[in-house]
């Protein structure tokens, strides 16, 4: 039985509107973890912690008055924000979504509802401005990540089991509404929230809050984009409100891991992001990443590929030094990744999920509107034989290697709405793209009766 919600979703199904179209024809976005964290970057009084960098203010015990005076430490001597951004071109993506504020509290923004950010650094300029305006100037659109969690603010609240806490923590949350009023405000290019920090009772117990945000940003900056990390109704529900409905305007519940080919097909009626750490979990910048498996530029890929195969987006976290260099592990994954997008990204950009059964060979995508199939290959058959079964009706044509239009690829139609491609049999190192073209026309239908 449905419930009358206040605070649940205000609309159902996806936007279609522009600023939405262009959020999911994007499909690939850096993601950029940068704050006092880096500084530090995971080792403290000499000691390495295992845990995420942008933890260690708590898995070292340090205390917020200590951890707080890293902010005179911060002075970025090697950053240069244009460099960055010309390192996300090459890389391909389309969309970067930065930290405005962490956990820990610090704004890269020159805030007037507090002074711990910027222009109380060494750095002293608006920093966030200068990575915008960069990243703008190479046609990437660019989103703010913004913590609601917030360790150095006295009114934040884990719970709320008093009267004072209530009144301090509604101190809080208008702090943060007129943080998040600023940013969308003094940054007007800003096309999404990213809202993180907001899994404790005490912003589940203000669901009205959370809507109110929402509604906030989207009269301040019409078209502005919400992640569904932000929300909580009336119940406490988080993601989905109490009737099932995705709240926000995207699912945002893949952290480090990606929605299962069969099992979570269900995903592809509903835009979603999968974010994604390059060690197993480090988001800020950490010293030592032998500590931990660092994932290769083709594991990366191939999520990439499987989250656009499922209709999703997909974003790739860096998280540049406390002297606003880049390690030369991600400079390596932009490039290899980049040089892999510029010859193939047309499967990417602007397709979704193609209506195809999973093959273990690989990821079907489609182009919007398109009757052509993309089909991504990492795992070749020793056969040399692709498997691809069809909705009914559906006619596999003609199919090439992406990179060869005129050397045809044998498709061989094997029993009803079953084909096979014969894949030349050879040494390939890099993920292969064929594509083929495909009718859904009715005449072959009852080929097989
Ligand atoms: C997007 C990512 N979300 C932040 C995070 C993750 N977590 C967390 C905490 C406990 C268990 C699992 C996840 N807390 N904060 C990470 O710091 C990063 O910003």
């Not at 605070?7 to 279609?16: D, E, I, N, S």
């Not at 502005?224 to 305007?249: C, F, P, T, W």
């Not at 010859?343 to 489609?366: H, M, P, S």
Request: with cysteine.
């Amino acid at each position: 039985k449905r419930l009358e919600l206040k605070y649940g979703a205000q609309y159902t199904g996806k936007r279609t509107d522009a600023a939405m179209n262009k959020w999911r024809s994007n499909r690939f976005g850096q993601f950029i973890h940068w704050g006092l964290y880096a500084i530090p970057g995971g080792v403290w009084n000499g000691k390495t912690y295992n845990y995420a960098a942008e933890f260690l203010k708590s898995s070292a015990h340090i205390s917020t008055a200590t951890w707080d005076s890293l902010m005179y430490k911060f002075n970025p001597k090697k950053f240069n924000a244009k460099e960055w951004a010309k390192m996300a071109k090459k890389m391909g993506v389309k969309y970067m979504t930065i930290t405005t504020k962490h956990h820990e509290g610090f704004c890269l923004w020159p805030s007037r509802y507090t002074d711990f950010n910027i222009s109380n650094t060494p750095y002293k300029k608006d920093i966030l401005k200068e990575i915008v305006d960069a990243y703008n100037a190479e046609g990437i659109d660019v989103n703010f990540y913004y913590s609601v969690l917030d360790w150095h603010n006295p009114d934040w609240r884990y719970d709320i089991k008093s009267k004072e806490d209530s009144i301090a923590f509604r101190r809080y949350l208008d702090f943060a509404e007129n943080q998040l009023k600023e940013l969308a405000t003094n940054y007007p290019t800003v096309k999404a929230f990213w809202f993180d920090g907001t899994w404790d009772a005490s912003v589940k117990k203000n669901g009205w809050w959370t809507l109110e945000v929402e509604k906030m940003l989207k009269s301040v900056r019409p078209g502005v984009i919400i992640n569904s990390r932000l929300r909580a109704d009336d119940y406490g529900s988080r993601h989905k409100d109490s009737n099932g409905e995705l709240m926000g305007d995207y699912e945002s519940g893949y952290e480090r891991r990606l929605p299962d080919p069969v099992k979570d097909i269900k995903v592809t009626s509903w835009d979603w992001e999968a974010c994604m750490t390059i060690p197993e979990n480090q988001w800020g910048y950490h010293q030592d990443w032998s500590i931990s498996h660092v994932k290769s530029p083709l594991e990366l890929l191939e999520m990439l590929v499987h989250a656009t195969s499922m209709g999703g987006n997909f974003l790739l976290n860096f998280g540049p030094k406390g002297d606003g260099s880049i390690r030369s592990e991600e400079q390596n994954i932009a490039k290899t990744i980049g040089d892999w997008m510029a010859v193939n990204g047309q499967v990417i950009y602007n397709c979704d999920y193609a209506g195809l059964k999973k093959q273990d060979w690989g990821y079907f995508t489609r182009e919007k509107g398109s009757n052509q199939l993309n089909m991504v290959i990492f795992n070749v058959p020793v056969s040399g034989l692709l498997h691809v079964d069809v909705p009914k009706g559906m006619i596999l044509k003609k199919a090439h290697f992406l990179t060869t239009p005129g050397q045809q690829i044998k498709v061989e139609e094997i029993a009803k709405n079953q084909y096979l491609l014969h894949m030349p049999i050879k040494l390939y190192t890099s993920p292969q793209v064929i594509v083929v073209e495909c009718d859904n026309g009715k005449e072959n239908a009852n080929k097989y009766q």
